[in-house]
C-alpha cells in the first residue's frame, strides 16, 4: 500500500467519526478542540435559535483527537475514541511516523498543499439546519472548485448530509446520520466513500467560519470493502500479498478492542475523533 494513501486514509477515518466541542463566540474561532462528554440531544427548538441562514467553508485546519477526547457511543460513561491506539499498533509496524502527532502532521501538510479538500456548506431554514460535507479541489492559483460527480449522488442528494438545528446564536447539533463521507486523497484520483454509522457532530457555525467535531461508528465490512481493498495495489506491498494485506487489516480492525461500537446489522464499528475547521470559502 502506499504509505501516503495509508496515511489519508487513517485521516478520513478520523473525519468519518468524532465529537464537537462548543467554542465561546468571544474566543478565536480558530481555537483547538474543547471536550464536553455530553451525549448529543438533535431535537429541534420550537422557534429559530438563530438568524444564520447560509455559508460555504473550506476545511483548513484538522486534528485526530486522543483518545480521551470523544463521545460516549456506547453509554458505558467513557469515551470512545480507539482511533489512536490503531495508529500506535500501525506506527510500531511502518517505518514512517504513523502516530497520532505524526498523523497531524501529514494532515495539515495535506491541506496546505491542496491534495486533501474538504468543503462545507450550510443552508438554515427556521429551524431545520443541514451540514453537508463534500469534496472539492484547487487548482494552481488557489481557487476550490466543488466537484459535483463526488459530492452529490444520482438524485442530486450529498452523500454526506447531517440535519439538526442551532441550540442558540452560534452553537450547533447535528445527526445522528447514517452518512457516505467523500473524501479525495489525490486530485486526479476518484473520491472514496466513507461510512459511518450514527454521525454526530456539535459545535459552532457562523457567517465567520464553522468549527466542531464528528462522531459515530465506521463499520468494518464497508471500510474494507469501499477503502482498504481498493488503495492496495494488486500486487501488494513489500513481501505480502494484496490477499495477506487485507487479512491482516481487517484482523486488526474487527479486534472488539478496536471495534468496539456493536452496530444495529450485527456487524461492529471503529470509533473516533476529530476536531476541524472550516473557513468562509466560495467556489
Known sequence: MDRPALVLILAAIGLAACKPDPVDSADDTNSGPIDTGDTVDTSSPDEPKSDFTDGTYHVTAMEILDDDQGFDL???GEIDNKLPAVLTLLDMAMEDDMSREGMNA???????AGDLVQLIEAHNVEVDLTYDLLVGSQDEHGALHLDEAQSYDSEGQPWSRLEGAFL????????????QIPVTFYPEEPALMIPVAQ??????LTVAGTTCTLGGAIPVDELMVQVVEPLIPEEGYGDQTKEE?????EALLSNENVAQIELADGGRGIAAALWFFGEPATW
Open 245 to 249: 494485506l487485507l487479512e491482516t487489516i
Open 74 to 76: 456506547t453509554g458505558d
Open 106 to 112: 501529514t494532515i495539515g501538510a495535506a491541506i496546505e
Open 168 to 179: 442558540d446564536q452560534t452553537t450547533i447539533r447535528l445527526g445522528p446520520d447514517d452518512v
Open 199 to 204: 454521525a454526530i457532530a456539535e459545535g459552532e
